[in-house]
């Protein structure tokens, strides 16, 4: 994962982080993933995230979340990269 935006929506996401860190109401363990899209591109920031699984999992539960509100169901399988099913 990489820590440092790399194109312009990066950037910009980066930048509406330290909004984020500088709200009054912040507190020390929230966090936050920052998506923008123009049309052509996507850009995303994870913040506050100690590691990508728990921002993928967080994720996951968000579009869950928002995709029952719609009437609708969504589920999520994780499948190992090995064909075998062992981790690698």
Same mark, same amino acid.
């Given at each position: 994962?990489?820590?440092?935006?790399?194109?312009?929506?990066?950037?910009?996401?980066?930048?509406?982080?330290?909004?984020?860190?500088?709200?009054? %109401?912040?507190?020390? !363990?929230?966090?936050?993933?920052? #998506?923008?899209?123009?049309?052509?591109? +996507? +850009?995303?920031?994870?913040?506050?995230?100690? !590691? %990508?699984?728990?921002?993928?999992?967080?994720? #996951?539960?968000?579009?869950?979340?928002?995709?029952?509100?719609? +009437?609708?169901?969504?589920?999520?399988?994780?499948?190992?990269?090995?064909?075998? +099913?062992?981790?690698?």
């Amino acid at each position: 994962m990489s820590h440092s935006p790399k194109d312009r929506l990066t950037r910009i996401c980066d930048q509406m982080t330290k909004t984020f860190d500088m709200h009054p %109401e912040h507190q020390k !363990n929230d966090r936050c993933m920052v #998506f923008l899209d123009d049309g052509k591109m +996507g +850009g995303i920031v994870l913040h506050g995230y100690e !590691n %990508e699984k728990d921002a993928t999992v967080d994720l #996951f539960m968000h579009l869950r979340a928002l995709v029952q509100s719609q +009437g609708m169901d969504l589920d999520f399988i994780g499948i190992p990269k090995d064909a075998s +099913g062992l981790a690698e």
